[in-house]
């Protein structure tokens, strides 16, 4: 009828009657330049109206859509080609919108047409990866702007969205990539991916942004920055993301594996990472930056980085990271230098606060950890690894020129023996070099009965360094433990007393001696007949043999491993006397 009614008038006379579907299959003749305004794109009124003109080009393939010809055009019954005016949505283009059928097609044609990608309140299905071209933005507008992950999708793809690499080597495209208000679905729940896909993967870009953005549903990992430069992730909320089996983080940044460009400059601030599988982010990248974000109830650590220079994590909240595969530390760092740790709350851990391993040059400052190492773990050593901050010498490397000040270690719920500060060579040869311990305040819980706020675990080579101003913020003298110079604690208040005293020596204060046949548990401080004090690193049922070496750092006796304390007993003075 349509094609009846255009060919005895003018095209005026069934202007607003057609639907997009209806002039793609049209046989009608149009001079060029005509314009028509569909009603709709299958049916009247479902959303998909659009003003297309007859752009003069002629003779092609007859009754092809916007999704076939990758663009905003389509070819009529008769192979007139128009092309789409005025707003370009992806309604227009012929994309159902209903979050099951798979718009990737149609995404391709806003992306041919305009170069952009925007979503106005609709839900966008994905059957397939998107590969998104040099310049291209992904923009949601208003709540309901979301991209779902179909069930058919390949599951096998390395990425969900990616933007294009460059060829070029160690070579970044500045193409100012924008990724706003949008809702990523990975529709998955807890079944897993069999592979471990990104959600959206961003090579070589210079200062890219996601912001304003959810992610929820989606075992893999949410946001790969990999070779980027000043990438800005913020303002984003990650909900049931990663995939513990495979220890992928949430947010991943690292150097583009093919050619080496490393990430330098992520920044990773004012997000919410709540209940995801893994760690909220992996920072594997110079001058990089946490900050300000929220983090609760994820599995493994807060934030991890590993071989950097320059890291700054600070400002966030970090609490209730639980022990999935091998960690469940607020912070872990490795092998960095100039790493900047501070002002951050760290509370509800299963293992350690924050945990340095072969660091150099870095800073743990105004810090508050509270009820960190909530599980017992125990390393290959059998020592209990539950403390508030613990520095690691591994593998040959070392600690060093580590600032450890301003810190407030609270009560823990934590089982077994409990440190704020602890060390561990783990075996390794090198010394701890240099290492400032100041003005942190140890308050009630950690250890308090056996009084052992600090750790020195397999640590005979430390050198120049200093143990000041710190503050054992609760009552009692500690029975035993290891101490230094400068360490102090709280008195019960006694009329004539003080209320605080100093260690005026470092040493060890022994709780017991050691006699036959007596059962001593792990981390008890025991003097033997030859004056020496040793800590009972691994306990086994009653100890029948003394331990009497005198040259050993670490002796083994009936199935007891004690550590020779080869330093005399720690001495302390009263201070701030109380008037009578």
Request: proline content about 3%.
């Amino acid at each position: 009828l349509a094609d009846a009614v255009a060919a005895s008038d003018t095209s005026e006379a069934f202007a607003n009657q057609l639907t997009t579907f209806d002039l793609i299959g049209s046989a009608a003749t149009f001079a060029p330049d005509t314009n028509i305004t569909t009603k709709g794109y299958l049916a009247s009124g479902d959303g998909g109206s659009g003003s297309w003109i007859q752009n003069g080009v002629t003779g092609q393939t007859p009754s092809q859509s916007p999704a076939q010809l990758g663009s905003a055009l389509l070819n009529d019954g008769s192979g007139n080609q128009w092309k789409l005016v005025g707003e370009i949505g992806l309604a227009a283009l012929g994309a159902p919108l209903n979050g099951t059928s798979d718009d990737v097609p149609y995404l391709l044609a806003m992306l041919g047409a305009i170069g952009t990608i925007s979503i106005n309140n609709a839900k966008v299905g994905l059957g397939s990866q998107l590969s998104m071209p040099v310049g291209a933005k992904l923009i949601g507008y208003g709540a309901d702007a979301e991209i779902i992950i179909l069930p058919s999708y390949n599951t096998a793809s390395p990425s969900i969205i990616t933007w294009n690499t460059s060829t070029a080597t160690n070579v970044r495209d500045d193409d100012g990539v924008l990724i706003k208000n949008i809702k990523f679905n990975g529709n998955r729940g807890n079944i897993e991916f069999p592979s471990k896909p990104t959600f959206l993967r961003l090579v070589k870009r210079v200062a890219p942004t996601v912001t304003g953005c959810t992610f929820i549903d989606f075992q893999g990992i949410a946001i790969a920055d990999q070779g980027c430069l000043s990438a800005l992730i913020t303002k984003n909320k990650f909900t049931n993301c990663a995939k513990e089996t495979v220890e992928s983080p949430v947010v991943f940044t690292q150097s583009w594996d093919p050619d080496g460009t490393l990430s330098i400059g992520t920044n990773i601030t004012k997000n919410k990472f709540i209940s995801n599988q893994f760690s909220p982010a992996y920072l594997n990248c110079d001058d990089g930056k946490f900050l300000n974000n929220y983090c609760s109830g994820n599995g493994e650590s807060g934030v991890f980085s590993a071989n950097t220079r320059g890291v700054d994590i600070s400002h966030n909240t970090i609490e209730g990271s639980i022990l999935k595969v091998s960690a469940a530390q607020g912070v872990e760092i490795q092998n960095a230098i100039m790493a900047k740790i501070t002002s951050n709350t760290i509370k509800n851990t299963e293992r350690m606060g924050v945990s340095l391993n072969n660091c150099t040059d870095s800073v743990v400052s105004g810090n508050t950890i509270e009820d960190s190492s909530i599980i017992t773990e125990r390393n290959v050593a059998g020592e209990h690894q539950n403390c508030g901050i613990i520095f690691v010498n591994e593998g040959g490397g070392a600690c060093s020129d580590l600032i450890i000040s301003g810190n407030i270690f609270k009560s823990t719920a934590g089982i077994g023996q409990k440190y704020c500060i602890s060390s561990n060579t783990n075996g390794s040869s090198a010394s701890m070099d240099r290492i400032k311990i100041s003005g942190n305040v140890m308050t009630d819980g950690y250890d308090k009965i056996i009084g052992q706020p600090l750790r020195w675990f397999k640590t005979a080579k430390f050198s120049s360094s200093t143990f000041t101003d710190n503050t054992l913020d609760f009552f009692g003298a500690p029975t035993e433990g290891m101490w230094f110079v400068g360490a102090m604690f709280r008195n019960t208040p006694v009329a004539g007393g003080f209320l605080d005293n100093v260690y005026t020596t470092e040493g060890a204060i022994h709780s017991a001696l050691w006699v036959t046949s007596t059962a001593f548990s792990a981390g008890r401080y025991i003097l033997a007949s030859n004056g020496r004090t040793y800590r009972v690193a691994i306990s086994s049922g009653l100890s029948t043999v003394e331990p009497t070496a005198t040259a050993d750092y670490e002796v083994t006796t009936d199935g007891y491993t004690w550590e020779m304390i080869n330093i005399a007993q720690a001495e302390s003075k009263g201070v701030s006397q109380i008037q009578s």
